[in-house]
DNA sequence: CAAATAGTGTCTTTTAGACACTATTCG
DNA sequence: CGAATAGTGTCTAAAAGACACTATTTG
């Protein structure tokens, strides 16, 4: 033990890392989706806060925040995006901890069923959430209008194939605002890869459909 | 003592706060500069790394910042804008480090004098870092150049007042690259205040003088 | 006056917004 | 056929790029 203290590397100040105190580490995630239109957002406790965990050792952000979705909310392999390090020093009255925020995009589809205690709450609906969880609410729904300005659907939240229409709607469900039609074709057109097969809708004419182009995957940043 | 275990708040699994092992938290920062038209980093340990601390109990990490710049770079009162943590388990040999990389603006006039051991580089010639602190040069690089493409001068780079040329002259240098002498004048002039007054070069017709307007500082994001 | 820099005008190309028209399908 | 949706063309307005010309100063 003496040996440990011994051979751990030292820093300028002679200390070694044990030496000096340490944060608790959270990551706390804005799971997005957009549902019937509406942008949501999965809160756990009743409403009262985005899902999160402390993160363990030897684990990496990502990891923690996929095993915080897993446990709270029975959600798998998503990819977390990282925004911002909350950091005020007394944001969490259990102590001193810094929260990471995230962001995921998640098809609806996948949050039907959730686990007692988890909602689904449009966006523009949430009250007053814990700590500072308005705050990362806020910074992923800016950063996810921002992500799918410019690019047809970088968060993967259709199923492929899907219609011009179909993503419109999607954009518009993100952005909280109706889009031309014109203007968006041309925005989005040239970022897709057709299928060359058609979807037929109740009524009028079939629309083609499209897929993501291989390298957009993922590219949510 | 064991009042303090029973008082102190639990999570879902019955366990405190101090109960989890902890990472160490250090902050990371690319202080960048133009100087003779070309962007600039600080780097300390005789160019080996950015200059970095641990982040202490009751510290913000924009005060982390500051101190560090204080005392590896003699630097202060600047205004870090944070971009990235750095999470890989194995990034730093002394232990679990968490790098949480950051961002300074700062004018070369007042880089001019620094402490032994501290040299400014040009970002185009710096060589292999320690840890991964060519990605958080490269990060803020990159960030910089983001901040600089629509708005004049975010990082009060500029004593003013300033001509549109001298504002173009370090726009070069952010960018790498020269630039549309139309284009810019078109792109900046209405995000600037005028003074009235004129700056007279060597040779030429007198330039009118510029100010930032007062709601644009530190507006860097 | 020549060189250098500042300021302004304008032509073209590109892009975005707005609108209209045609095409195809279902009930 | 009529309503609904898809696809396409085109006019206009705004922005960006490119270039030219005028204005003012120093040496």
Same mark, same amino acid.
């Given at each position: 033990m003496c040996e440990d203290l011994q051979m751990a590397p030292r820093d300028s100040a002679g200390k070694t890392l044990a030496d000096y105190p340490r944060p608790s580490v959270a990551v706390d995630t804005a799971v997005l989706t957009v549902r019937d239109g509406r942008l949501c957002v999965v809160l756990v406790e009743d409403g009262r806060r985005l899902p999160g965990t402390f993160l363990h050792e030897g684990e990496t952000l @990502? +990891?923690?925040? +996929? /095993? @915080?979705?897993?446990?709270?909310?029975?959600?798998?392999? !998503?990819?977390?995006?990282?925004?911002?390090?909350?950091? +005020?020093?007394?944001? +969490? !009255? /259990?102590?001193?901890?810094?929260?990471? @925020?995230?962001?995921?995009?998640?098809?609806?589809?996948?949050?039907?069923?959730?686990? @007692?205690g988890v909602v689904l709450t449009r966006v523009t609906g949430v009250g007053t959430l814990d700590f500072d969880h308005n705050q990362i609410l806020d910074l992923a729904v800016e950063r996810l209008r921002a992500d799918y300005r410019y690019r047809p659907d970088p968060g993967a939240l259709l199923d492929e194939p899907f219609t011009l229409r179909e993503l419109q709607h999607l954009h518009e469900g993100v952005a909280g605002q109706r889009l031309m039609r014109d203007t968006f074709r041309r925005r989005m057109e040239p970022q897709l890869v057709a299928t060359g097969d058609y979807h037929r809708g109740s009524v009028g004419m079939p629309a083609r459909t499209f897929v993501r182009p291989r390298d957009e995957i993922r590219a949510e940043r």
């Open positions: @990502a +990891d923690a925040v +996929d /095993r @915080a979705l897993l446990t709270k909310a029975g959600l798998r392999g !998503e990819h977390p995006t990282q925004l911002h390090v909350f950091d +005020d020093p007394g944001r +969490d !009255e /259990r102590g001193w901890v810094l929260s990471v @925020a995230h962001l995921v995009a998640v098809p609806a589809l996948r949050l039907e069923e959730l686990p @007692a």
